[in-house]
């Protein structure tokens, strides 16, 4: 891909937006996970560097648009801006009426400006063009930094790319394009992916996408369930979808799909459920297989050790229950100890990985949820392409 990056460009007296994704878990006030927010801030610090202003905008959560946040506070970037001044050590101003009232922004002397949720604003998500023209009207460069969000094309996206005066990817969305791009286009192989979660629904075409690429694909969680029951294994009352039976088999026409040979079960779906283990060919009508069983995670695990690539989205059980994390952590730390590239992605993914301390293993984490998925089954991402567009046409 050809996209003009942040750091080919001299920012000196420039004042530069940057739009990241600092959409964290909040609750009660209190930022329960900043892997996204600490993710951005190698790109924040390198445009302060060299910057007049710099000034960051993102959304969090989904507020009601056109709704005043004093109305809806629970979705204010208030205690984002509080930690980003912790983390960073400096001031950071929250401003609200920049739509209303632009030049509050030029005026402010605050080391770093955190315009308020994007998505409160008329147009957002229809990437209306007038607001687009707003936000670029506050800068001299944008610089598009949230891969997160690049699958969406929307006035804080797409649409102010395609209008101001300058336009680039930031570090952090360049750097998830490159590793993407290393893991996808010219990977090392053999090559394997990762692939797990409740629905094949919902991971379909990333499956597709995916089966004709890798030389091996492992799935995992309710995934699992619905190519168990394409092998005409009994699953009892797991969650399955019987209507998709015909695309696992498909699938596994395709590609090497290896399948549990024991599993860990449960007769309901609680944390305090008693686990049982046992062979995959004798689980009992009414129990629900909520992790893949010890002897499966070994050979699972050893099948990642002789990858040369490997793609990680998704848990192999309900790891969020101890007694069914023993599959999902096995793989989290048999990806955190292959030799060769990994990448990883999505919400439930990374808070796998927190939980199994291998952060700092894996050779990539992406911030990115449905703009990974999308991106791994081939779709074009609007933010991504406006930059190429606009680079091209330089």
């Known amino acids: ?23 964290v878990p909040i609750e009660n006030g209190t930022i329960s996970n900043d892997t ?9 610090e390198r445009a302060r560097d060299s910057a007049a202003q710099v000034i960051v905008m993102s959304h969090l959560g989904r507020p009601a648009e056109g709704k005043p946040i004093a109305e809806q506070p629970e979705f204010s970037l208030r205690p984002i801006a509080s930690h980003l001044a912790a983390l960073l050590n400096c001031r950071v101003e929250l401003i609200e009426n920049y739509l209303h009232d632009p030049s509050v922004v030029a005026a402010s002397d605050a080391d770093l400006v955190l315009l308020e949720n994007v998505r409160i604003n008329v147009g957002e998500k229809a990437n209306d063009e007038l607001l687009a023209s707003r936000y ?19 006035a804080s996206t797409q649409g102010v790319a395609r209008v101001a005066e300058n336009a680039c990817a930031g570090p952090l969305l360049a750097g998830e394009l490159d590793a993407l791009e290393r893991s996808l286009t010219n990977p090392q192989r053999p090559m394997l992916a990762i692939v797990g979660g409740a629905k094949v629904s919902s991971k379909l075409e990333v499956l597709n996408s995916l089966a004709n690429q890798v030389d091996q694909l492992i799935v995992g969680g309710g995934i699992a369930n619905t190519f168990l029951l394409a092998s005409g294994i009994s699953i009892g009352n797991s969650l399955c979808e019987p209507e998709l039976v015909e ?13 549990p040979s024991d599993v860990v079960v449960a007769r309901e779906f609680s944390a305090s ?7 995959v060919t004798e689980v009992e009508p009414d129990e629900l297989i ?16 002789t990858m040369q690539t490997v793609i990680w989205n998704g848990p192999m059980g309900v790891f969020e229950f101890d007694q069914f994390a023993n599959g999902t952590a096995q793989i989290a730390q048999a990806v955190a100890e292959n030799p060769g590239f990994s990448i990883a992605g999505g919400g439930e993914t990374i808070a796998a990985i927190d939980k199994f301390g291998v952060t700092d293993s894996i050779s990539y984490i992406s911030t990115g949820g449905g703009a990974f998925l999308e991106y791994m089954q081939g779709v074009t991402l609007p933010a991504v392409q406006i930059l190429e567009e606009r680079a091209a046409n330089k």
């Open 136 to 154: 670029a009207k506050l800068c001299d460069v944008f610089v598009m930094d949230a891969f997160g969000t690049a699958h969406r094309a929307q």
């Open 36 to 44: 996204r927010i600490r993710a951005a801030l190698p790109s924040i």
């Open 1 to 23: 891909m050809t996209f003009l990056r942040m750091e080919e460009l001299d920012l000196s007296g420039k004042r530069v937006l940057i739009r990241e994704d600092l959409n």
């Open 273 to 279: 459920a008693q686990a049982i283990v046992k062979d």
């Open 290 to 305: 909520l992790d893949i069983g010890p002897e499966t995670a070994v050979s699972l695990s050893d099948l990642v050790s």
């Open 247 to 259: 695309s696992a088999a498909a699938l596994m026409q395709t590609t090497n799909i290896p399948l």
